[in-house]
């Protein structure tokens, strides 16, 4: 079936430290790959995406490149800030190719700390 | 106010009781889900809808019941609480357009059963 595995928590990196948390997934086809972020308190907001293979989807410092050979999407930021403290969430969209519909489908989320 | 709303934010009940979380968006969205959220286990998908008077489930749809009978609104209901039903909630929704892929989530409704 279809899954997404990240890499565990707790991430805890000084200020201004590079971030790379990894993300790997199973699913045929060509699904398109997420990164949602979660601030205490909040929803899941959408951090990046990519929708085909060898897209890099970025934001905000952030990026991801969709790697179809290696069932990949990792998330990298060169210099993470203490704002960036948050739960990354590596999610992808299936489509079902019985009844057409799709659903989302998210790793356990990964914990990232940032001190100054 | 345009997006995704839940209600209520907070609640709090008692084991046996029927409870119902509101879920409301204002852009028309095709599809619609509902998430719960429990540490160590992410987001799991109890059930979504992929249009008005279509829902399908999850994977973890036992003890929920849900009904679109409009667009907009994709509440869920918890026929009979247990205490292993305290979770945060999440609702989405998205467009079916492949160019606008990805989902949008209301703010939580935090669910404590007593």
């Known amino acids: 079936g279809n899954s997404v595995t990240q890499m565990e928590g707790p991430v805890t990196l000084s200020e201004e430290a590079f971030l790379t948390i990894n993300c790997t997934y199973t699913?045929?086809?060509?699904?398109?790959l997420f990164w949602y972020v979660q601030y205490p308190g909040e929803g899941l907001q959408l951090l990046l995406k990519a929708t085909k293979a060898d897209d890099k989807g970025s934001n905000k410092g952030f990026e991801a490149t969709y790697r179809k050979e290696t069932t990949s999407f990792h998330l990298e930021k060169g210099s993470v800030q203490v704002s960036d403290s948050a739960v990354y969430f590596c999610?992808?969209?299936?489509?079902?190719?019985?009844?057409?519909?799709?659903?989302?489908?998210f790793g356990t989320g990964t914990r990232l700390k940032v001190l100054a | 106010d345009a997006g995704i709303t839940q209600s209520p934010r907070y609640k709090i009940t008692e084991t046996g009781r029927q409870v119902t979380l509101m879920c409301h968006q204002t852009?028309?969205?095709?599809?619609m889900f509902w998430y719960r959220q429990d540490l160590g286990h992410g987001l799991r998908l109890i059930y979504y809808s992929a249009a008005a008077d279509i829902t399908d489930k999850g994977e973890v749809p036992d003890g929920y019941v849900v009904s679109r009978s409009k667009t907009e609104n994709f509440p869920l209901t918890l026929e009979s609480a247990t205490r292993s039903q305290t979770s945060v909630y999440f609702c989405?929704?998205?467009?079916?357009?492949?160019?606008?892929?990805?989902?949008?989530f209301g703010q939580g409704t935090r669910l404590t059963v007593v």
């Open positions: 852009w028309s969205h095709s599809y």
């Open positions: 699913a045929t086809g060509y699904p398109s």
């Open positions: 989405a929704s998205s467009e079916a357009y492949r160019g606008y892929p990805e989902a949008f």
């Open positions: 999610a992808l969209r299936k489509i079902s190719a019985t009844s057409g519909t799709y659903k989302y489908i």
